[in-house]
Nanobody, 127 residues
Framework: QVQLVESGGGLVQAGGSLRLSCAAS????????MGWFRQAPGKEREFVAA????????YYADSMKGRFTISRDNARKTVYLQMSSLKPEDTAVYYC????????????????????WGQGTQVTVSS
């Protein structure tokens, strides 16, 4: 079982940066892939970024490549999402999620492969 708590959201101007954190509890954090997803009002939840258990393999949605960086600190049981060059269209509730499969070499971009979810943190980018 993994419990997840996101933080770091807020209001930022276009072009600015934010770093989201996701603190996990539970014994399996360091052995499972982690992902970030987001959901804007009236839209479906979409994939943002993912990282495998070791942190070696990372994956990004095309629109986030070069602007967002996912990382993890297994000792601190925390995964991060560094966001830069933010745009108004990045406005959404951002969720972190933990997979259930342990020690996978990859990390899925599908929300259906993630078993545990945080409550979300709001990111608002003003123009």
């Amino acid at each position: 079982q993994v419990q997840l708590v996101e933080s770091g959201g807020g209001l930022v101007q276009a072009g600015g940066s934010l770093r989201l954190s996701c603190a996990a509890s539970g014994r399996t954090f360091s052995s499972v892939a982690m992902g970030w997803f987001r959901q804007a009002p009236g839209k479906e939840r979409e994939f943002v970024a993912a990282i495998n258990w070791s942190g070696i393999n990372t994956y990004y949605a095309d629109s986030m490549k070069g602007r967002f960086t996912i990382s993890r600190d297994n000792a601190r049981k925390t995964v991060y999402l560094q966001m830069s060059s933010l745009k108004p269209e990045d406005t959404a509730v951002y969720y972190c999620a933990a997979a259930q499969t342990r020690f996978g070499s990859n990390a899925s971009t599908s929300q259906y492969e993630y078993a545990y979810w945080g409550q979300g943190t709001q990111v608002t980018v003003s123009s």
